[in-house]
């Protein structure tokens, strides 16, 4: 039976350490699952920087959308993360809001059936204002919507405030 633990907050609010430190506490060698493209150069350089203060213990995975094709059994995993997993999604579907949910709802619903601890991290892009352009209000639904379904089949859940964790569930 799969443990889920999600870390939301807003940009640079420390969801990533602290996920990163939950996953080493619970395992010598967790599994960095980044669901990242790479979007443009300022992108892959941000990747490689979050590659390189990842330490040899870490198994490395870049998946952009079939996260449950993985065999995860007995691990520790931490999904980086949902916001950039929806994202996929969302521009494979045409801004198609309701595709991209239920196809996320589906990948998802697959990766928990296995026996494993997953950390996800995810972003609150819907605490700030509403945007004006109605593709990002689209992006705004779709992400709150998986972050209620993923957080109502969590263990558990935190909130991260300005590098402080704050339990919710």
Same mark, same amino acid.
């Given at each position: 039976?799969?443990?889920?633990?999600?870390? %939301?907050?807003?940009?640079?609010? #420390?969801?990533?350490?602290?996920?990163?430190?939950?996953?080493?506490?619970?395992?010598?060698?967790?599994?960095?699952?980044? %669901?990242? !493209?790479?979007?443009?150069?300022?992108?892959?350089? !941000?990747?490689? &920087?979050?590659?390189?203060? &990842? #330490?040899?213990?870490?198994?490395?995975?870049?998946?952009?959308?079939?996260?449950?094709?993985?065999?995860?059994?007995?691990?520790?995993?931490?999904?980086?993360?949902?916001?950039?997993?929806?994202?996929?999604?969302?521009?494979?579907?045409?801004?198609?809001?309701?595709?991209?949910?239920?196809?996320?709802?589906?990948?998802?619903?697959?990766?928990?059936?296995?026996?494993?601890?997953?950390?996800?991290?995810?972003?609150?892009?819907?605490?700030?204002?509403?945007?004006?352009?109605?593709?990002? !209000?689209?992006? %705004?639904?779709?992400?709150?919507?998986?972050?209620?379904?993923?957080?109502?089949?969590?263990?558990?859940?935190?909130?991260?405030?300005?590098?402080?964790?704050?339990?919710?569930?």
């Amino acid at each position: 039976m799969a443990k889920i633990t999600l870390i %939301t907050g807003g940009q640079r609010s #420390g969801k990533s350490n602290y996920a990163q430190q939950l996953a080493l506490q619970l395992s010598p060698n967790p599994v960095y699952l980044a %669901t990242s !493209r790479i979007w443009d150069e300022e992108h892959r350089q !941000r990747i490689i &920087r979050h590659q390189a203060d &990842r #330490g040899p213990e870490w198994t490395n995975i870049e998946e952009e959308k079939a996260l449950s094709k993985h065999d995860f059994t007995g691990r520790v995993v931490l999904i980086d993360c949902v916001t950039l997993w929806l994202t996929n999604f969302f521009f494979d579907n045409d801004s198609h809001i309701d595709q991209s949910l239920e196809e996320a709802k589906s990948e998802f619903a697959q990766l928990i059936q296995q026996d494993a601890t997953f950390i996800f991290v995810t972003n609150e892009i819907g605490l700030g204002g509403m945007p004006e352009n109605p593709i990002q !209000r689209k992006f %705004t639904d779709l992400q709150g919507w998986m972050n209620q379904h993923i957080a109502q089949s969590a263990n558990e859940v935190v909130l991260m405030v300005s590098g402080i964790a704050v339990k919710v569930k």
